[in-house]
């Protein structure tokens, strides 16, 4: 659909080994923390990836300092209206987290701290659970970020 230059990062390091190498550009580093140059990335994408291990400023932070200005950071995740607690169970190593309505507004928030803001009002309408995975029952969430200035 016409992005070039296109990185695909993971702290797996089987990441390695993922489909479309030639062109997609595949490293092991921590999202949190990479070693691109400020102002790299026109689009971001986090594709399930906030509920695992999440630092909302240091992440927040780093993808602030990766996007150009008027860059979009777009952002999935495990998400039910009211709070499902997770604390007992890991995923990758990592904490699990399914955010809450409440949680969703603080991530909102804290990214506004960095000139982050959400291109549109959140709607919090939930049809049905869709998904279904080690006895938890949720959906996903999706906020799409424009780098902007306060």
């Not at 102002?39 to 594709?47: E, G």
């Not at 169970?89 to 990592?94: Q, V, Y």
């Not at 982050?116 to 009002?121: A, Q």
């Amino acid at each position: 659909i016409g992005f070039s230059n296109l990185y695909g990062i993971d702290l797996n390091e089987e990441i390695s080994k993922m489909p479309h190498q030639s062109e997609i550009n595949y490293q092991e580093q921590d999202f949190m923390k990479t070693s691109f140059d400020d102002h790299s990335f026109q689009a971001i994408t986090s594709v399930s990836v906030i509920e695992h291990g999440f630092d909302s400023k240091k992440m927040f932070s780093e993808m602030s300092r990766l996007l150009k200005l008027n860059g979009y950071l777009m952002v999935s995740f495990d998400f039910w209206p009211k709070k499902i607690d997770t604390s007992n169970i890991k995923l990758f190593g990592m904490e699990w987290n399914i955010f809450s309505k409440d949680e969703v507004l603080l991530l909102i928030k804290d990214a506004s701290e960095y000139n982050l803001f959400p291109i549109k009002k959140m709607n919090f309408q939930i049809g049905k659970k869709a998904i279904s995975h080690v006895g938890f029952d949720y959906t996903f969430g999706l906020i799409i970020f424009k780098k902007d200035v306060k």
